[in-house]
């Protein structure tokens, strides 16, 4: 299995600012995903981090709200730009390859903003 | 498209006791894997159990264990002996391996309630 580490584990922002996400593997993984899960709701793809090239949005994403980094096999960034109360959920990076034929997740960040 | 159903927005079960979570999905293609993950109030995301589409058997892991009916799409999780730590929100997810990627989908979820 894959530990994966997830900061800051919640945070309080204001409207109008921006949060970076960070998340790190503690092993070297293909692929690395960003999911979005609103208050009671099921979990739904933002973007798949690839190293080396930009990441894949999913419908409704942009890269412009949701800037992805993805410096090597082990890290990735997610921030979520000029937030508003809409952009309130829990974000969760995970892990996981082909080879793999499983998927592991950080702890989660619960945004609040204001 | 493929989806992934969870008919159960809400079940109880007294502790001790065993309990079975439903799952359906929908997809053309033959080779996949299915998964019920845990999701307790700490908001981690816990794998329970993973199954093959290509073996038939059932997958057991400890008190937990699964019906996989192929043919019909189904996927349902039986929790055996069920313990309070058991009480979160449970969900079914469906993973398909396309053009070398993985893709996976998710159902609603089962908010579970172990009573004491």
């Known amino acids: 299995s894959a530990v994966i580490s997830q900061k800051p584990s919640r945070d309080i922002c204001q409207r109008g600012t921006s949060l970076t996400i960070q998340c790190q593997v503690d092993?070297?993984?293909?692929?690395m995903f960003w999911y979005r899960q609103q208050p009671g709701q099921s979990l739904t793809l933002i973007a798949t981090a690839n190293q080396g090239s930009e990441a894949t949005y999913e419908s409704g994403f942009v890269i412009d709200k949701f800037p992805i980094s993805r410096p090597n096999l082990t890290f990735s960034t997610l921030t979520v730009s000029n937030m508003s109360p809409e952009d309130s959920s829990i974000y969760l990076c995970?892990?996981?390859?082909?080879?793999?034929?499983?998927?592991?997740f950080g702890s989660g960040t619960q945004l609040s903003v204001l | 498209a493929q989806t992934v159903t969870q008919s159960q927005p809400e079940m109880s079960v007294q502790e001790a006791e065993t309990v079975t979570l439903s799952c359906t999905y929908d997809?053309?293609?033959?080779?996949?894997?299915l998964f019920w993950y845990k999701q307790p109030p700490s908001r981690q995301m816990i794998l329970v159990i993973r199954?093959?589409?290509?073996?038939?058997q059932n997958a057991t892991e400890n008190r937990f264990s699964v019906n996989f009916q192929k043919a019909a799409k189904s996927f349902s999780l039986k929790i055996s002996d069920s313990q309070l730590g058991d009480t979160a929100m449970y969900f079914c997810a469906f993973m398909t391996l396309q053009g070398g990627g993985q893709n996976f989908v998710f159902g609603p979820g089962t908010r579970l309630s172990v009573l004491p």
């Open positions: 995970s892990a996981g390859g082909a080879g793999r034929g499983k998927l592991f």
């Open positions: 997809t053309s293609e033959n080779n996949y894997y």
């Open positions: 199954q093959e589409a290509y073996k038939q």
């Open positions: 092993s070297q993984v293909t692929m």
